[in-house]
């Protein structure tokens, strides 16, 4: 008697979820390389496929600036908060000519949408 279909795609996202952390805990490099291996095309979307008949897009990079037109579109001035912060390097530390050039690769659809550069 086989597993019941729901059991299998269980263990293939327990499999793949241990295979993921054990690429990230090789370090960024190591994980971005790796993207082809993992399969990161067969479940990951691109960010334009959330933004597909959306009105406005907000930029983390501007979050507080860009959430004052939501905050007049609604007449609410709650102030948005700022939860569960960390303190990260500037995210171009991270990055090499080699990992710049595969991330441009997969995300290269994105990048030219939301007009982001390195």
């Given at each position: 008697?086989?597993?019941?279909?729901?059991?299998?795609?269980?263990?293939?996202?327990?499999?793949?979820?241990?295979?993921?952390?054990?690429?990230?805990s090789?370090?960024?490099?190591?994980f971005?390389?790796?993207?082809?291996?993992?399969?990161?095309?067969?479940?990951?979307?691109?960010?334009?496929?959330?933004?597909?008949?959306?009105?406005?897009?907000?930029?983390?990079?501007?979050?507080?600036?860009?959430?004052?037109?939501?905050?007049?579109?609604?007449?609410?001035?709650?102030?948005?908060?700022?939860?569960?912060?960390?303190?990260?390097?500037?995210?171009?530390?991270?990055?090499?000519?080699?990992?710049?050039?595969?991330?441009?690769?997969?995300?290269?659809?994105?990048?030219a949408?939301?007009?982001?550069?390195?």
């Amino acid at each position: 008697m086989g597993k019941h279909p729901r059991h299998r795609d269980t263990d293939y996202q327990i499999d793949h979820c241990t295979m993921v952390l054990e690429h990230l805990s090789k370090g960024f490099k190591f994980f971005v390389q790796n993207f082809d291996q993992w399969g990161w095309s067969s479940w990951s979307r691109q960010q334009q496929h959330w933004a597909e008949g959306v009105d406005q897009i907000l930029r983390y990079e501007s979050l507080d600036h860009d959430f004052v037109s939501i905050q007049k579109m609604t007449g609410c001035l709650t102030p948005l908060p700022n939860l569960n912060a960390s303190s990260h390097r500037d995210y171009k530390t991270y990055y090499d000519q080699e990992t710049i050039d595969i991330v441009a690769k997969h995300f290269a659809s994105d990048i030219a949408l939301f007009k982001y550069d390195y």
